[in-house]
């Protein structure tokens, strides 16, 4: 069989009704929300079944969303190949044919983390509602933005940053995604937001996208939540992971718990490797990529990374076979 990596999203993936077809049939994904209702003390079933979007897209509420939508996609895929383990619902080190790595994209590395056994699942819970809390409460604290740049090149993202920054004190601006060759996006204070869109034609970008979002995420105006997020890990038994996850931070595999602890804390503040994680992985050889949550977001990046990779979103029950197949050893055609 081919060999194949597990992708799990971030935000910008999130939809209305997100995770109810599987809560409704698969009885391991039903008991994935309820946990991450019991553990956040979140209406998460009403916020991914029902929304409204206003209240989903916040920031504290979208990222346990997210997590548990995804734990709950991959707890479904277990349960329907008999591979479900009552007492790590959702860990994948013990299934026939393991996916060769994880990655997860900004939050969605948590989720990598409790699949590849590094967190237990009520404990990865908690760790994402406290990384929304205090990721929302640092944007309140510090307002900010970003933007999506769309052509040009990364010298160009860190051209356009250092000249919209100019030597001045303080942050202003900063490379915040590394999504797909062709795609970075920025981040920082509002007025640099609004003098980057202003410039980035200049510097070779065809597009500047000012995104709907009111915080600068993986940027230094996130350090409160890098502090708190240190004081939640402290505490937290981590384990060595059991499969590999690709850092967002250093887009090379965390091999064990002191690596997990420590990018739990960084990946907050941290540019987001994204492209570099995709190409890594296709440079061992993985050739198929499983999408594991709602959308297709990352799949898409990863056809513009790697063209020849074969991308497979997996959010709702007719999609689950292909990746249960996989878990299980079969051949899926």
């Not at 504290?60 to 995804?70: G, H, M, R, Y």
């Not at 996609?73 to 009552?86: K, R, S, V």
Request: glycine share 10%; charged share 20%; aromatic share 4%.
């Amino acid at each position: 069989m081919p060999e194949y990596a597990l992708l799990f999203p971030g935000q910008a993936s999130q939809k209305v009704g997100m995770g109810k077809a599987l809560a409704e049939e698969s009885e391991s994904a039903a008991a994935v929300f309820a946990l991450a209702e019991e553990v956040t003390s979140l209406p998460i079933r009403r916020l991914c079944f029902e929304g409204p979007d206003r209240e989903l897209v916040r920031t504290e509420f979208l990222q346990p969303c997210l997590a548990a939508t995804s734990l709950a996609t991959l707890a479904a895929a277990l349960e329907a190949g008999g591979m479900q383990d009552p007492d790590a619902p959702v860990a994948l080190g013990e299934v026939p044919n393991p996916p060769r790595a994880l990655a997860g994209h900004s939050v969605g590395e948590i989720a990598a983390l409790a699949a590849a056994g590094a967190l237990a699942l009520e404990d990865a819970l908690t760790v994402v509602a406290e990384r929304a809390r205090s990721m929302a409460r640092a944007g309140e604290a510090n307002p900010g933005g970003m933007l999506a740049l769309i052509g040009g090149d990364l010298d160009g993202a860190y051209a356009l940053c250092e000249q919209v920054d100019g030597g001045g004190p303080g942050f202003r601006l900063g490379v915040a995604n590394l999504n797909a060759p062709g795609q970075t996006i920025v981040a920082g204070a509002p007025e640099a937001i609004k003098k980057a869109a202003g410039l980035a034609r200049q510097l070779g970008f065809r597009r500047a996208i000012e995104l709907p979002v009111s915080d600068a995420f993986h940027t230094p105006y996130m350090e409160s939540a890098q502090r708190r997020l240190a004081e939640v890990v402290r505490d937290l038994p981590v384990r060595d992971p059991q499969i590999p996850v690709v850092s967002n931070v250093s887009g090379k595999p965390l091999g064990d718990a002191a690596s997990v602890r420590a990018e739990i804390c960084a990946q907050v503040t941290a540019p987001v490797l994204w492209a570099g994680s995709m190409q890594l992985l296709s440079s061992e050889g993985i050739t198929s990529f499983f999408e594991v949550g709602p959308g297709n977001v990352l799949s898409g990046l990863l056809r513009r990374t790697v063209p020849s990779a074969s991308a497979i979103p997996v959010g709702d029950p007719q999609q689950l076979r292909a990746l249960t197949d996989s878990l299980n050893g079969a051949s899926n055609g």
